[in-house]
T-cell receptor, first 113, second 108 residues
């Protein structure tokens, strides 16, 4: 059974650019959630996808968008990058509405300069 | 809006001692999670608590949930250095909300 994989692991972008982060969910999981974790803080919920539909969204602007594919993998897109977008972006997959827990990927460290 | 509060935020303890981390949350939820995070790493699932009165133990860590008091505790027994990490609780309402984390340092 494979876990959650995220790519890339590290990324440096310039303010104003766009970025796409990728996540492959754990086998058997149909729900993917994305989180932003700034240094020294707890993860903040961005949004969740369930069976290719957005299933909840946190307090993030529309320039944060996402997709889920038929194989349940997912993308997080961020447009018009700002310096404050620098963070660790975590993807988590789950099944059965999280009753068995969420499995987190190793994250993508995004630095905006 | 769901709020999740952990305390303490920083905890320094000696090896062999016991301590409890508290997690309070503001709205009804019947699912609570505890995670561990090592510096620069992702989140490792420790416990999933699904019902009032749930208690789970793994090694020196024991977690409990009181949904009526909206409180979960993570108890550390006879701490060892390897337990040094940041511990997060997270609660499901419409989405999963995390506490700010408790940074635990266990000293010899």
């Amino acid at each position: 059974e494979t876990g959650v994989t995220q790519s890339p692991t590290h990324l440096i972008k310039t303010r104003g650019q766009q970025v796409t982060l990728r996540c492959s969910s754990q086998s058997g999981h149909n729900t993917v959630s994305w989180y932003q974790q700034a240094l020294g803080q707890g993860p903040q919920f961005i949004f969740q996808y369930y069976r290719e539909e957005e299933n909840g969204r946190g307090n993030f602007p529309p320039r944060f968008s996402g997709l889920q594919f038929p194989n349940y993998s997912s993308e997080l897109n961020v447009n018009a990058l700002e310096l404050d977008d620098s963070a660790l972006y975590l993807c988590a997959s789950s099944s059965q509405q999280g009753n068995y827990g969420y499995t987190f990927g190793s994250g993508t460290r995004l630095t905006v300069v | 809006e769901l709020k999740v509060e952990q305390n303490p935020l920083f905890l320094s303890m000696q090896e062999g001692k016991n301590y409890t981390i508290y997690c309070n949350y503001s709205t009804t939820s019947d699912r609570l999670y505890w995670y561990r995070q090592d510096p620069g790493k992702s989140l490792e699932s420790l416990f999933v608590l699904l019902s009032n009165g749930a208690v789970k133990q793994e090694g020196r860590l024991m977690a409990s949930l009181d949904t009526k008091a909206r409180l979960s505790t993570l108890h550390i027994t006879a701490a060892v250095h390897d337990l040094s990490a940041t511990y997060f609780c997270a609660v499901i309402s419409n989405d999963m909300r995390f506490g700010a984390g408790t940074r635990l340092t266990v000293k010899p």
